[in-house]
């Protein structure tokens, strides 16, 4: 059942950078004959790594990460704005490349020891990415051997892609389109925009050969899995959602108004997605996002989904935090009413980013229901 991971040529050694892993495999060798310097493996050879890649879906080049072995998978469905990876690992010391790598059309900088790549040339022309080494080069896919681009705490699921059980889950995260890694296009939002997302994540598991999936949609990523759930019933297993809401009301509408100008948000915040995004499209996005969500409330019921509620048919967990000031209480308690079977879990101290404040909490909660 389960689907052949992304080909990784064994190219050369990447994990030392090409020269440098030949002279210190020349000069360990010289000294004490038998000591091996491990070359760069088959992306299997990293068993807790995580995978970088791009699928083209629906006319979009969409970015996932991949982790994991497991039978069971589950799709991660980031909120507005989300994103899975930030341009540089916040905090750490950092050894840059000379080169950046061009990664589709996004430019990652590279670190030789924590990166393999698997380049879109043919075999000839493949170029060892060494530290020494000023050429960029095309790269399909990244392994991060090491933590830092994801778990960093500042992007939307660090703690459940380093953490979820690893023999029992692979975990796919995506960037829905003109979200973090999967730009271009521009984001925009036509009145289905959450279908749209729905059925590009589906479509992106379907490309990726997964027969099912269970879905963890945080907030907006909430929305587009109860979508996902209504629509595909038979190729969604389980779901868990946390931080959405099936219709807007007055209330949301002066919640919505006050994130408007980003200018206004906390430093903490702002400044990661504005590293990633640059000021003037994280402004003008989450503005059209402002606009996008409002259409609703001109529509009956102020309904995103409320025809869609009772054709859900999976498993449901809905997971609320009681001083979530973005997404009050009567969302998920009508979520719970409306979703047949679902169950219901609170975390009176969880706010809208419990998952990632109470991450252990969350991620036993996760794996207790979807097993
Ligand atoms: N749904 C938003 C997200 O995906 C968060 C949000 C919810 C913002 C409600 C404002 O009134 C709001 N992150
Ligand atoms: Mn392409």
Redesign the pocket.
Known sequence: MRPPRPSFAPTMAATLGGRAARQLRLLLSALKPGIQVPRAGPAAAFGSSVTSAKAEVNGVHLHYLRTGDGEHTVLLL?????RLLTTEPAGKPRRYLSALCDFHPFKYPLFSTEVQCSFLQPESERRSVASDSATPCTIQSMEFSRPEYWSSGETDFGPQIEKLNKKLFTVVAWDPRGYGHSRPPDRDFPVDFFERDAKDAVDLMKTLKFKKVSLLG????G?TALIAAARYPSYVSKMVIW???AYVTEQ?TE??Q??RDVSKWSERTRKPLEALYGFDYFARTCEKWVDG?EQFKHLPDGSICLDLLPLVQCPTLIVHGEKDP??PRFHADFLHRHVRGSRFHLMPEGK?NLHLRFADEFNKLAEDFLQ
């Open positions: 980031p909120g507005m704005l989300g945080w907030s907006d990523g929305i931080g959405a809401n949301d919640i919505y006050g994130i969500i973005l997404v809208h």
